[in-house]
């Protein structure tokens, strides 16, 4: 067992001479076995060693007995103890996964490497946990000899092992109760499902644990190779399907969906390869994600259509579209895109594009969806673009003209004036 963990250290790199290792101990075998294999290997490695033990309260008498046999035994051997402590109380996800937050959350906040005690029959299990959840690579790859400051040096031990282990080295452990309880799905498959594999095959843990670890390189091969694919449309079509699936993994997570599951790779894949360049879908989260021509983007929520009411000799300002519109008596005629002349026919209304609007163009009569379209502006800012109107019809769209139907050549005229809302004041 020596040989085995201090090759897995030397070959994942998990520890360098001057390192700190924390070993997180609860009392049981495979931690036990963990602190004192750490404190054979430490003149070897070139390293410190110390223990850490968090008590979850949830055992009552029992928590605190192991939390007095690790504290007795490093204090016996002359091994730096840490001790944390918390009340657990179930959370969202239940009582395991609320105490292993609470546990996680206390390694963390330790200086130096934290190394806990899972072995090859750990990961054997947690496999198994995902293939009957359902699962990918990444779930077949099991636990992560390495994430943050936990290091796991016993992925390739067997429990067998730490047995023999802890006899040839007279280590005592104590045995923790909820092990023997089949209330966790963990413990069904240690009791009840692995038992029977392992008469098959004797080395299956260790097989799933040197699979699991060989498919962990894997899945980090092709997450990496996803990393630069980004948004870009045509990009990603180009790409292998278990490459770009996890280039739209990484998307959605970036913009809000925490746990992207298959069903939603795949519609986001469908979005990639739509034709229609203003396809959106809807995620967890309340995410959308849309189709803006040529890239996939994260769009905001759809914005109400909106409607103000001008006067001449008004100028109305409407941060939201980012636009200043001036109403006032023309002194000249001035014909422009965002400058145009025109006789008022009863109020005067700003508002959202609605669908079927049209306008006169020199190049003839088009539905502002058209127009719109042919510009590219993305359909979730097509709300924004403000439509000036009166009781006789469209007057002009900011950004694309006046209406040629309205627009007057001599005065007396009235006039309309779109400005950006930081240039409000140029009125010239």
């Known amino acids: 067992m020596?040989?085995?963990?201090?090759?897995?250290?030397?070959?994942?790199?998990?520890?360098?001479?001057?390192?700190?290792?924390?070993?997180?101990?609860?009392?049981?075998?495979?931690?036990?076995?963990?602190?004192?294999?750490?404190?054979?290997?430490?003149?070897?490695?070139?390293?410190?060693?110390?223990?850490?033990?968090?008590?979850?309260?949830?055992?009552?008498?029992?928590?605190?007995?192991?939390?007095?046999?690790?504290?007795?035994?490093?204090?016996?051997?002359?091994?730096?103890f840490l001790c944390g402590e918390a009340e657990v109380l179930p959370g969202k996800k239940g009582l395991e996964a609320a105490a292993r937050e609470a546990r996680y959350g206390f390694f963390s906040s330790l200086d130096g490497k934290v190394a806990t005690a899972h072995t090859a029959d750990d990961n054997a299990e947690t496999v198994l946990m995902h293939l009957v959840r359902g699962t990918g690579l990444k779930g077949l790859g099991g636990i992560a000899p390495s994430r943050g400051n936990l290091i796991r040096p016993m992925l390739t031990v067997t429990r067998e092992e730490v047995d023999r282990f802890l006899k040839e080295y007279f280590i005592p452990h104590v045995e923790d109760s909820s092990n023997a309880s089949d209330t966790f799905l963990r413990n069904r498959i240690r009791h009840?499902?692995?038992?029977?594999?392992q008469q098959e095959n004797p080395r299956f843990s260790g097989n799933v644990s040197r699979m699991a670890l060989l498919l962990r390189e894997d899945e980090a091969f092709l997450s990496q190779t996803a990393e630069t694919a980004g948004g870009d449309c045509?990009?990603?079509?180009?790409?292998?399907?278990?490459?770009?699936?996890?280039?739209?993994?990484?998307?959605?997570?970036?913009?809000?969906v925490r746990e992207p599951e298959a069903e939603h790779l795949r519609l986001a894949d469908r979005l990639v390869f739509s034709e229609?360049?203003?396809?959106?879908?809807?995620?967890?989260?309340?995410?959308?994600?849309?189709?803006v021509y040529g890239r996939l983007e994260a769009l905001p929520e759809p914005e109400e259509n909106r409607e103000y009411l001008l006067n001449v000799g008004e100028?109305?300002?409407v941060p939201e579209w980012n636009v200043s519109v001036i109403c006032r008596q023309a002194?000249?005629?001035?014909?422009?895109?965002?400058?145009?002349?025109?006789?008022?026919?009863?109020?005067?209304?700003?508002?959202?594009?609605?669908?079927?609007?049209?306008?006169?163009?020199?190049g003839g009569t088009k539905t502002l969806k058209k127009l719109m379209i042919d510009r590219k502006i993305p359909a979730h800012l097509r709300c924004r673009i403000p439509v000036a109107e009166d009781d006789a019809g469209i007057i002009a769209v900011f950004g694309i003209g006046g209406n040629l139907d309205r627009i007057q050549k001599n005065l007396p005229a009235a006039e309309i004036l779109f400005l950006p809302a930081d240039r409000e004041n140029d009125t010239e």
């Open 2 to 80: 020596l040989n085995k963990v201090a090759g897995f250290l030397r070959s994942r790199h998990l520890v360098a001479p001057g390192d700190h290792v924390i070993c997180a101990v609860s009392g049981g075998a495979d931690s036990m076995a963990l602190l004192w294999c750490m404190v054979l290997l430490r003149k070897n490695l070139g390293i410190s060693v110390s223990a850490a033990h968090f008590n979850h309260h949830l055992r009552h008498e029992e928590s605190d007995r192991d939390q007095a046999f690790v504290r007795d035994f490093c204090a016996g051997h002359g091994i730096p």
């Open 192 to 197: 009840g499902v692995l038992p029977l594999l």
């Open 234 to 256: 045509a990009a990603l079509r180009t790409l292998p399907m278990p490459v770009r699936y996890r280039a739209l993994e990484k998307l959605l997570k970036e913009n809000g």
């Open 276 to 291: 229609n360049p203003s396809a959106r879908a809807s995620f967890p989260g309340g995410v959308t994600l849309g189709r």
């Open 315 to 317: 100028t109305l300002t």
């Open 331 to 362: 002194h000249e005629i001035c014909s422009g895109t965002d400058r145009i002349p025109f006789s008022p026919c009863g109020q005067i209304r700003l508002r959202s594009r609605k669908t079927g609007d049209t306008i006169r163009l020199p």
